[in-house]
């Protein structure tokens, strides 16, 4: 359906003119202008309101005379999943490419009050038919794309837009009866080396659902299931799937407007297998290197070391490629985790594994890792295990990770520290101090612990730390603001006028930004009963149960995956002048950024600071 608009005479209005002195429109013919001049007509859209929907075919091409508009990614304009792609101001133009391919792929929202110049989509292409430059200005971007994707192509041997689905990641399904209890899922799922199943439910023809290996933890975990129960109480029936012919990015923008990590891949409705976001991913890093196939395979340290050092190459070639940036935290946090694991199982013997739980802290808890930064782990220790060599095997492997490049926590907070490596008695005995404390290590102790995840060992030995936790933090309303109050520690690096800070170093975009917005969260999920641990799904949860109004929560993602951009970004700049990895700061520099991108930065340090603001009553946080 075509947006509501108003169509304005601007005879009546004090609205500037479009400037046809500057490009495209100077490429123009007189006459040609004339005829643009004749078919211009403005348009004003209220704030919030859609211009152009994804999957529209546009009334024509806008040009921006008063306001600003934002492009998202996605299907509807309405869903929660959407991700901010650009925002376009004041004389810029939108739309040309949406007209000339038919559809719109993004969705163009109104980011406040907006008028526009249009030139309608019939004119528009009569012209770029007519004119050999005003042609070639529109089709310049499309050819220096397919200039850049044919050299990645003769580098790798394939053009990934041209990689189909079932020609090069697909998996073999394990496929199981819904009457199949939890237990012999698990042993199936591990005999197969695959972490999720397809479910047929007996006498439903051609009915099939999905579990994964979270479905049944939680199920036996959370929910109190026995390993008897028949899987098909945690089953999900809802299967996304795309066909094998399909190209990979398809695939890929299935998985991401659904935030889900694995599609089911038919052809001509039969299924055929299970495509997964870590070897999509890994495809499109590189077709000669599996790293992840390389760290499961992995015998010793330096096996792994081999497998370590494609990864920031890797990341290297996903920022190339122009991947999102939700897909490479995905990425290197399944990676991470792996890694990790896998260091623990080459220290340890399988006795210690089966009675500890290690679990990553911060960042790496919340699946929010860009690069490789400082360790951040805990071990949790069954009650009466008797461990004699833990002080040694713990040192072994916090020494193995700075081997392979992980600087060790400048805090402390590693399993080599006897106060991060405890019994679950002395645990619960350990967070209820931090809890009746309240000093300021004592809550940012609680917020890096509250992130936690584990990745190796017994998982109910975290859920169960996990659970008297949050029941002790949530007891009082009183200290959910006291564990807020570090969203105000550090402002937001605005000036009095609003501009972005100009400080010599640059931007600490994490303490400035990315820090009050993560905490917020946390707090938030805290004193709503969230329990997710990564921001973004967080958000997702929060707006759901109504604790934030969704127009809040598309800001903040979209200002999270604007900040970890510029982040990683500037990490990868100090990488290349061969800065130490321990040595990698969180500044960016404003001057490197071009002007659309300081406007954007900008935009989203004021959602930083709106949040905060709005935190603050809805906390009752002390400023």
């Keep these: 359906m075509a947006p509501l608009f ?3 005479d601007r005879k009546k209005m004090d609205t500037p003119a479009l400037d046809l002195s500057v490009p495209p429109f100077n490429l123009l013919s007189p006459q040609q202008v004339q005829r643009l001049s004749a078919g211009l007509h403005l348009e004003y859209f209220e704030s919030g309101q859609t211009i152009i929907d994804s999957g529209q075919a546009p009334e024509g091409i806008y040009v921006i005379i008063k306001g600003k508009v934002e492009e998202y990614d996605g299907d509807s304009v309405e869903r929660d999943s959407l991700h901010l792609v650009s925002q376009f101001s004041e004389g810029d133009l939108f739309g040309s490419l949406a007209v000339l391919k038919g559809a719109a792929r993004d969705a163009y929202v109104a980011f406040e009050e907006v008028i526009c110049q249009v030139l ?3 004119l528009f292409i009569d012209l770029v038919h007519e004119n050999p430059e005003f042609r070639h200005y529109f089709h310049k971007g499309l050819a220096t794309m397919s200039k850049h994707r044919q050299a990645s192509a003769e ?10 689905v079932g020609d090069s990641v697909t998996r073999k399904a394990l496929v199981v009866s819904a009457d199949t209890s939890i237990r012999d899922c698990v042993v199936r799922m591990r005999g197969a080396h695959i972490d999720s199943a397809l479910v047929d439910f007996p006498g439903e023809a051609g009915s099939y659902g999905l579990v994964t290996g979270t479905d049944l933890l939680n199920a036996t975990a959370l929910d109190g299931h026995s390993a008897q129960t028949p899987i098909r109480v945690c089953t999900g029936r809802n299967l996304i799937a795309v066909d094998a012919e399909a190209f990979l990015f398809e695939a890929l923008t299935v998985m991401a407007r659904h935030h889900i990590k694995r599609v089911v891949v038919k052809r001509e409705s039969a299924i055929v297998g299970v495509a997964e976001l870590a070897d999509v991913l890994g495809f499109l890093s590189s077709r000669s290197h599996n790293i992840g196939v390389s760290i499961e395979k992995a015998q010793s340290i330096q096996d792994l070391q081999e497998a370590v050092s494609h990864i920031p190459p890797l990341i290297r070639n996903l920022v190339d490629k122009g991947t999102r940036i939700r897909f490479m ?5 399944a990676l991470n985790n792996r890694l990790v694991a896998k260091v623990w199982e080459l220290t340890v013997s399988d006795e210690v594994r089966n009675n500890t739980a290690l679990v990553v802290l911060g960042s790496e808890g919340r699946g929010e890792q860009i690069v490789r930064t400082d360790q951040d782990n805990a071990l949790i220790i069954r009650d009466g295990f008797d461990w004699p060599e833990q002080a040694q095997d713990t040192q072994r492997f916090i020494d193995r990770l700075i081997e ?6 400048p805090g402390n907070v590693m399993i080599s520290n006897p106060e991060w490596a405890m019994s679950e008695q002395r645990w619960n005995e350990r967070l209820s101090g931090w809890v009746h404390n309240l000093d300021e290590t004592a809550l940012m102790n609680l917020a890096i612990v509250l992130d936690a995840q584990r990745v190796a060992g017994d998982a109910k030995l975290l859920d169960r730390m996990g659970r008297t936790l949050v029941e002790q933090m949530t007891a009082s309303d009183i200290f959910v603001s006291h564990f807020s109050q570090p969203v105000m520690r550090f402002a937001v690096p605005l000036t009095l006028f609003g501009r972005v800070k100009k400080e010599q170093q640059g931007v600490d975009i994490k303490k400035g930004a990315i820090f009050p917005v993560v905490h917020g969260l946390r707090a938030l999920s805290l004193k709503y009963g969230v329990r997710q641990s990564n921001s973004f799904k967080r958000i997702q949860e929060l ?3 109504g604790a934030i109004q969704a127009k809040l929560g598309r800001n903040l993602e979209s200002a999270l995956v604007l900040f970890s951009e510029y982040r990683l970004r500037s990490h990868l700049r100090q990488l290349g002048d061969n800065t130490d990895a321990a040595r990698v700061n969180n500044y960016i520099e404003p001057h490197r950024l071009n002007r659309l991108e300081r406007d954007l930065l900008r935009e989203a340090l004021h959602v930083v600071k ?3 603001d709005w935190l603050a009553l809805e906390l009752h946080i002390r400023g």
């Design 543 to 545: 707006v759901r149960c």
């Design 329 to 333: 935290m995905d990425l290197l946090a």
């Design 610 to 612: 709106e949040f905060k």
């Design 120 to 122: 309608p989509a019939r």
């Design 404 to 409: 392979l490049g992980f600087p060790p926590c």
């Design 155 to 164: 580098r790798e041997g394939d053009d990934f837009s041209l990689v189909k």
């Design 6 to 8: 108003y169509v304005i």
